[in-house]
């Protein structure tokens, strides 16, 4: 089993930033992708970032520019730096790590972008 931890939501005003973190335990050997999902209110969950084993990165379109995904994987971990926040970037964020060729799901962390 693996469990996920996130951290780092929170109540931001528009323009600000957040720096949303995710650790990875359990039975791990390799964690290969990596990623940030979000589901905003009455919407479907979307991707936003992944990160492969190897570093490659993949965004959608709304957050190109704006959004930058990291990862350690000594620490089993990923990042989510969210900048020049925007209020329909409001949502829960998850992360979701593929370990194993399964994947788990984090329990989700609030960032509301609000004046």
């Known amino acids: 089993q693996v469990q996920l931890v996130e951290s780092g939501g929170g109540l931001v005003q528009p323009g600000g930033f957040l720096r949303l973190s995710c650790a990875a335990s359990?039975?791990?050997?390799?964690?290969?992708?990596m990623g940030w999902y979000r589901q905003g209110p009455g919407k479907q969950r979307e991707q936003v970032a992944v990160?492969?084993?190897?570093?490659?990165?993949d965004y959608a379109d709304s957050v190109k520019g704006r959004f930058t995904i990291s990862r350690d994987n000594a620490k089993n971990a990923v990042y989510l730096q969210m900048n020049s926040l925007k209020p329909e970037d409001t949502a829960v964020y998850y992360c979701?790590?593929?370990?194993?060729?399964?994947?788990?799901w984090g329990q989700g962390t609030q960032v509301t972008v609000s004046s």
């Open positions: 979701r790590v593929v370990v194993h060729g399964r994947g788990y």
């Open positions: 990160i492969t084993l190897g570093g490659s990165t």
């Open positions: 359990g039975n791990i050997f390799t964690i290969y992708d």
